[in-house]
């Protein structure tokens, strides 16, 4: 599967962004979909992850209540709306697909991967 990434940008301190993830193929509703985060010097990390309906979701405790996964498998689209952005959130963000579910994976065994977009927040 081939993922296009988009909707990476500054923003100020408080605002939101929505990025998205257009996956190829169809086989799109056969994989897991998630978001992790690599910020300079540090590890990739976790940030959300999604089942292959959509039914459940899942996201690190630092973004909890501010970010939302979603995904239209008709569209084959997963989307990440982060709301109430913090500077500790600025990171290259990539999105990630994988037959098995990636919230309980080390991003080394992640199968697919997009290219990451770029997110600076401001203070």
């Known amino acids: 599967v081939q993922l296009q990434v988009s909707g990476g940008g500054l923003v100020q301190a408080g605002g939101s962004l929505r990025l998205s993830c257009a996956a190829s193929?169809?086989?799109?509703?056969?994989?897991?979909m998630g978001w992790f985060r690599q910020a300079p010097g540090k590890e990739r990390e976790f940030v959300a992850s999604?089942?292959?309906?959509?039914?459940?979701?899942y996201y690190a405790d630092s973004v909890k209540g501010r970010f939302t996964i979603s995904r239209d498998n008709a569209k084959t689209t997963v989307y990440l709306q982060m709301n109430t952005l913090k500077p500790e959130d600025t990171a290259v963000y990539y999105c990630?697909?994988?037959?098995?579910?990636?919230?309980?994976?080390?991003?080394?065994?992640?199968?697919?991967w997009g290219k990451g977009t770029l997110v600076t927040v401001s203070s």
């Open positions: 193929g169809r086989t799109f509703t056969t994989y897991y």
């Open positions: 999604i089942s292959r309906s959509g039914g459940s979701s």
């Open positions: 990630a697909a994988d037959p098995a579910p990636l919230s309980t994976q080390a991003y080394y065994h992640v199968d697919y």
